[in-house]
């Protein structure tokens, strides 16, 4: 069964940074894409960042500059250290992942950015 688990959302100040984290199980971990989307209230779910399992990685234009996504591999987890962070950041976080055509998502995070 195949799972993803997100942690380190919360509040935070504008300008201030978080370091979400997703753990996965069930899937071979090393040869899946994995991304990061997030969905505002009203608003469609879109995508944060992506980073392969070659290691390439792409970024929405929002947020380029600002956020880093990255992975380890030997803990089957991706990150999302986000910097700079803005009211306009403030959404639901979800992982993602891709792995053999098939789409896994886990339940999501709250990041509320606000003073």
């Known amino acids: 069964q195949v799972q993803l688990v997100e942690s380190g959302g919360g509040l935070v100040q504008p300008g201030g940074s978080l370091r979400l984290s997703c753990a996965a199980s069930?899937?071979?971990?090393?040869?899946?894409?994995m991304g990061w989307y997030r969905q505002a209230p009203g608003k469609e779910r879109e995508l944060v960042a992506v980073i392969r399992s070659s290691g390439s990685t792409n970024y929405a234009d929002s947020v380029k500059g600002r956020f880093t996504i990255s992975r380890d591999n030997a803990k089957n987890t991706v990150y999302l250290r986000m910097d700079g962070l803005k009211p306009e950041d403030t959404a639901i976080y979800y992982c993602?992942?891709?792995?053999?055509?098939?789409?896994?998502w886990g339940q999501g995070t709250q990041v509320t950015v606000s003073s």
């Open positions: 069930g899937i071979i971990f090393s040869i899946a894409d």
């Open positions: 993602y992942a891709n792995i053999l055509l098939r789409d896994y």
